[in-house]
Protein backbone atom coordinates (compact mmCIF):
# COMPACT_ATOMS: atom_id res chain seq x y z
CA UNK A 1 0.00 0.00 0.00
CA UNK A 2 1.32 3.48 -0.46
CA UNK A 3 1.31 5.80 2.10
CA UNK A 4 2.76 9.36 3.47
CA UNK A 5 3.79 8.82 6.98
CA UNK A 6 4.11 11.96 9.15
CA UNK A 7 7.47 13.07 10.55
CA UNK A 8 9.65 15.50 12.45
CA UNK A 9 12.37 17.58 10.87
CA UNK A 10 14.88 17.69 13.61
CA UNK A 11 17.73 19.21 10.95
CA UNK A 12 18.22 20.35 7.87
CA UNK A 13 21.35 19.05 6.67
CA UNK A 14 22.43 19.67 2.89
CA UNK A 15 20.97 22.84 1.47
CA UNK A 16 22.73 22.59 -2.39
CA UNK A 17 20.80 25.61 -3.38
CA UNK A 18 17.21 27.43 -2.62
CA UNK A 19 15.09 24.84 -3.58
CA UNK A 20 17.54 21.11 -3.25
CA UNK A 21 17.49 20.36 0.99
CA UNK A 22 17.70 17.25 2.52
CA UNK A 23 16.75 16.97 6.51
CA UNK A 24 16.91 14.24 9.31
CA UNK A 25 13.18 13.64 9.97
CA UNK A 26 12.07 11.78 13.16
CA UNK A 27 9.70 9.18 12.74
CA UNK A 28 9.22 7.69 16.44
CA UNK A 29 12.54 6.87 17.38
CA UNK A 30 13.39 6.06 13.85
CA UNK A 31 15.56 9.00 12.21
CA UNK A 32 15.83 9.02 8.10
CA UNK A 33 17.14 12.12 5.28
CA UNK A 34 14.59 12.95 3.73
CA UNK A 35 14.29 15.06 0.10
CA UNK A 36 12.50 18.58 1.10
CA UNK A 37 12.65 19.71 -2.01
CA UNK A 38 8.93 19.94 -2.32
CA UNK A 39 8.02 21.71 0.92
CA UNK A 40 10.40 24.62 0.40
CA UNK A 41 8.25 26.37 3.43
CA UNK A 42 9.25 23.71 6.10
CA UNK A 43 11.89 24.32 9.25
CA UNK A 44 13.20 22.50 11.58
CA UNK A 45 10.32 21.40 14.33
CA UNK A 46 7.79 21.25 11.52
CA UNK A 47 5.83 17.94 10.58
CA UNK A 48 5.96 16.47 6.96
CA UNK A 49 3.75 13.51 4.99
CA UNK A 50 6.95 11.59 3.54
CA UNK A 51 6.15 9.35 1.18
CA UNK A 52 8.90 6.96 -0.63
CA UNK A 53 11.68 9.72 0.82
CA UNK A 54 10.23 12.99 -0.18
CA UNK A 55 8.04 14.86 2.10
CA UNK A 56 5.26 15.99 0.39
CA UNK A 57 3.21 18.62 2.28
CA UNK A 58 3.62 20.10 6.17
CA UNK A 59 0.91 19.08 8.45
CA UNK A 60 0.33 20.22 12.22
CA UNK A 61 1.31 18.33 15.30
CA UNK A 62 -2.20 16.64 15.72
CA UNK A 63 -2.77 15.57 12.30
CA UNK A 64 0.85 14.14 12.61
CA UNK A 65 0.41 12.23 15.79
CA UNK A 66 -2.90 10.71 14.88
CA UNK A 67 -1.76 9.67 11.04
CA UNK A 68 1.26 7.67 12.69
CA UNK A 69 -0.73 6.02 15.57
CA UNK A 70 -3.53 5.13 13.19
CA UNK A 71 -0.78 3.95 10.82
CA UNK A 72 1.21 1.97 13.76
CA UNK A 73 -2.16 0.03 14.73
CA UNK A 74 -1.94 -0.73 11.14
CA UNK A 75 1.48 -2.28 11.15
CA UNK A 76 2.42 -0.02 8.36
CA UNK A 77 5.35 1.66 9.94
CA UNK A 78 7.46 -1.71 10.15
CA UNK A 79 9.39 -1.28 6.69
CA UNK A 80 10.45 2.42 8.16
CA UNK A 81 12.60 0.33 10.45
CA UNK A 82 14.72 -1.33 7.34
CA UNK A 83 17.99 0.39 7.18
CA UNK A 84 17.58 2.60 9.97
CA UNK A 85 20.28 4.66 10.62
Known amino acids: MCLAIPGKIESIDNQLD ?7 VAFGEIK ?3 NLSMVPEAQIGDYVMVH ?4 ISVVDEDEAQRTFDLL ?5 VDELKEGNE
Open 18 to 24: ETFRIGK
Open 32 to 34: KDI
Open 52 to 55: VGVA
Open 72 to 76: MQMGE
